[in-house]
């Protein structure tokens, strides 16, 4: 399923926690991620929240992915140095092409606020035509790191469906 050129992109948002999965805590970075991306005139087609379980995460990565209903995933949580934290591994699980410079350039920019962005383990790939992004659980991290990739997002997604204009914006 293809995107047509100057239609919204859609996202999938996926929470990464044990105690929201639980419902002991509100999820405050999953819902602050959908306004971020409804500011930007794109729709959200999927949310959900997973517990802190690689395999939970991977199927989930893959399902959405491979259902043809977003363009761009972006997870929430699980990506720092806590032995529960395995988002980083279940994407790689899940990814067939890796895409270091996203989380290079968040990591870079994110330095520029905290020295604990470089403690961040977070991937970004692509699997078949969908982007998969790894976002860590503050809310106010889930904000800089969305603002720092907010700008390529498009391009990137009409590069992955192979649009004939893509290039031009090179």
């Known amino acids: 399923m293809s995107r047509e050129r100057n239609t919204p992109l859609r996202i999938a948002i996926l929470t990464v926690s044990d105690r929201s999965a639980a419902g002991e805590r509100d999820d405050l970075s999953g819902p602050l991620l959908e306004d971020l991306t409804r500011q930007h005139g794109w729709e959200v087609s999927l949310t959900g929240i997973v517990p802190d379980e690689g395999e939970q995460i991977a199927a989930k990565l893959a399902e959405w992915a491979d ?21 980083p591994e279940a994407t ?12 290079e350039a968040i990591r870079a ?26 976002f860590p659980g503050s809310p106010k991290a889930c904000r800089e790191n969305f603002e720092i990739i907010q700008p390529v997002l498009a391009h990137a997604i009409d590069l992955l469906r192979d649009d004939p204009g893509s290039e031009a914006g090179h």
Not at 76 to 81: A, D, E, I, L
């Open 67 to 87: 259902g043809g209903q977003v363009d761009v995933i972006l997870t929430t949580g699980g990506t720092g140095f806590a032995p529960r934290d395995v988002t």
């Open 109 to 134: 920019e994110s330095l520029k606020i905290t020295p604990h962005a470089m403690l961040s383990r977070a991937e970004a790939g692509i699997r078949s035509r969908t982007l998969i992004v790894n």
């Open 92 to 103: 790689l699980d899940v990814i067939e092409r890796r895409t270091p410079g996203l989380v």
